[in-house]
C-alpha cells in the first residue's frame, strides 16, 4: 500500500512542481521587463558584467 501512495503522490506533485516552475519563470519575466522599462540603465550594466 505504501509503494502505491507513494506514486500517487508523485503524480499528484509532478504537475504542481511543473505549474509553480512555470509561474515562477513568467513571473520573473514579468518583473524584469518591468525593471527594465523603468531603469533602462540596468541593461548597460548587465551588459558590462557579462
Known sequence: M???LFYVL???????LGFVLNSIVV???FV???IRRRFPF???LS???K
Open 42 to 44: 540596468t541593461e548597460q
Open 10 to 16: 508523485l503524480l499528484l506533485a509532478l504537475p504542481t
Open 2 to 4: 505504501n509503494d502505491v
Open 32 to 34: 524584469k521587463q518591468r
Open 27 to 29: 513571473l520573473s519575466r
Open 47 to 49: 551588459f558590462r558584467s
